[in-house]
């Protein structure tokens, strides 16, 4: 039986990959402990633009939403899909008919992609 040195499931040694990209990681983690103050001004001073979007990237990245009127996990049925995806485009309040409809909009958009993946798969075999 082998002996787990590297914390792999397999036991082996890291590879030389994973050696040098954890390398890699603690290097930018000690300049950017070092410079990141640095950085942060310089583009904020130099490229506001860019500033303002790499900070909402993260924000958006690292905030959960609390909205879940987009969240089609939460679905549990057909209604529910229709709603939510009236609601993505700004139909606030859809009635019944419209959910209907884009139940049937939906489904022939399911269909359509059933037939792509189809298609793919023929030519593959």
């Not at 590879?15 to 942060?40: D, P």
């Not at 995806?85 to 139940?103: C, K, N, T, W, Y």
């Amino acid at each position: 039986m082998r002996t787990r040195k590297s914390g792999n499931r397999y036991g082996e040694s890291p590879s030389t990959r994973n050696r040098l990209s954890g390398a890699f990681i603690e290097a930018l983690a000690e300049q950017w402990r070092e410079h990141g103050g640095e950085i942060l001004d310089g583009l904020r001073r130099d490229n506001p633009a860019k500033f303002a979007e790499i900070v909402a990237k993260l924000v958006t990245i690292s905030e959960p939403t609390t909205d879940d009127t987009f969240d089609f996990k939460k679905a549990t049925s057909m209604q529910d899909i229709g709603r939510k995806l009236l609601m993505s485009v700004g139909f606030e309040e859809p009635d019944e008919a419209s959910i209907q409809r884009a139940i049937e909009v939906n489904n022939r958009f399911i269909e359509q992609l059933e037939a792509i993946r189809d298609s793919v798969q023929e030519q593959i075999q």
